[in-house]
């Protein structure tokens, strides 16, 4: 197993920075993490939508979070926040969008 690649916690201005991880190191770290999410989306979804779409919208979300990330100890509960409030934000998405109707398959030929 790779060695994650995070800085130690530096003080500027008086202020203390929160450890950052590389992407390659970031991506490991989720990977880790992937089967409880799917786990987590399709536990969530049931009907309502698909859960591979609500996995592919919270990684995307979380990946370009990373930097919010304050301790990588405490990933797997940030990760599982962020795929609840995807799954939030797409029932209000679907909410809002008027109704689908199917077009038919067939058409009458009326004179």
Do not use: Y
């Not at 003080?11 to 490991?28: I, N, P, Q």
């Not at 779409?53 to 990933?75: E, H, K, P, S």
């Not at 926040?81 to 398959?105: C, E, H, M, N, Y």
Request: proline share 6%; with cysteine; charged share 25%.
């Amino acid at each position: 197993m790779r060695a994650l690649a995070v800085r130690a916690p530096t003080v500027l201005a008086g202020s203390m920075v929160s450890e950052r991880v590389s992407e390659c190191a970031f991506a490991a770290l989720v990977a880790e993490h992937l089967p409880g999410l799917r786990a987590r989306a399709v536990q969530l979804c049931r009907t309502h939508i698909d859960p591979e779409d609500l996995l592919q919208d919270a990684l995307m979300r979380t990946f370009c979070a990373r930097d919010q990330l304050r301790d990588v100890r405490r990933i797997q509960p940030w990760l599982l926040s962020i795929i609840g409030k995807s799954f939030i934000d797409s029932i209000r998405k679907q909410r809002t969008r008027p109704a689908q109707v199917p077009l038919a398959t067939t058409v009458e030929n009326t004179p």
